[in-house]
T-cell receptor, first 111, second 113 residues
Framework: RKEVEQDPGPFNVPEGATVAFNCTYS??????FFWYRQDCRKEPKLLMS???SGNEDGRFTAQLNRASQYISLLIRDSKLSDSATYLC????????????FGKGTKLSVKP | GAGVSQSPSNKVTEKGKDVELRCDPI?????LYWYRQSLGQGLEFLIY????????KSGLPSDRFSAERTGGSVSTLTIQRTQQEDSAVYLC???????????FGPGTRLTVL
């Protein structure tokens, strides 16, 4: 099983739609979880951290399910500007310092 | 405040030449990471520095690749005897603490002819 797995997509949705991405991780000791966004030919940028209790930032909601080892990202009322690749990121846990990045899920929001 | 900066933004070199890529992390960030990303691919971890500890070099693809971090701040990634398969975007990131959010620089696009 890969350390971090995501559906590569693409997800093609109309403006205003609600879309959800899931990501599974293999290391049950993982402590930190994030969603990053990467626009074409740009560097990844932090979208939001994922907390155990779940968290919301405007139209974006992130959730963590430790028992099933997955995290999710929900985007409501999609905008054209949400078109990007969304990267699921997991800390390896223990003494490891580096984060493991998923390969990303591509979202395309159409008018 | 200033983010992570990298230089050069673009580098074109001939096969067999050595290149040096530079990263200036966010001030006060103790952790620094190097990744590379080929077109349409995910991030590939290269190396990680944490404070004064020995770096985690587990991601370096060959002994042609090396990196230093001087004074706990600026880092240089060196690729010796470049090959065409080294062509990629090299991204640097820093974080305040181990395992925390990483902030990326704009990357250096390396093209080996």
């Amino acid at each position: 099983r890969k350390e971090v797995e995501q559906d590569p997509g693409p997800f093609n949705v109309p403006e205003g739609a609600t879309v959800a991405f899931n990501c599974t991780y293999s290391n049950s000791a993982s402590q930190s979880f994030f969603w990053y966004r990467q626009d074409c030919r740009k560097e990844p940028k932090l979208l939001m951290s994922v907390y155990s209790s779940g968290n919301e930032d405007g139209r974006f909601t992130a959730q963590l399910n430790r028992a099933s080892q997955y995290i999710s990202l929900l985007i409501r009322d999609s905008k054209l500007s949400d078109s990007a690749t969304y990267l699921c990121v997991v800390n390896l846990g223990g003494s490891q310092g580096n984060l493991i990045f998923g390969k990303g899920t591509k979202l395309s929001v159409k008018p | 405040g200033a983010g992570v900066s990298q230089s050069p933004s673009n580098k074109v070199t001939e096969k067999g030449k050595d290149v040096e890529l530079r990263c200036d992390p966010i001030s006060g960030h103790t952790a620094l990471y190097w990744y590379r990303q080929s077109l349409g691919q995910g991030l590939e971890f290269l190396i990680y520095f944490q404070g004064n500890s020995a770096p985690d070099k587990s991601g370096l693809p060959s002994d042609r690749f090396s990196a230093e971090r001087t004074g706990g701040s600026v880092s240089t990634l060196t690729i010796q005897r470049t090959q065409q398969e080294d062509s990629a975007v090299y991204l640097c990131a820093s974080s305040l603490r181990r395992g925390g959010e990483q902030f990326f620089g704009p990357g250096t696009r390396l093209t080996v002819l």
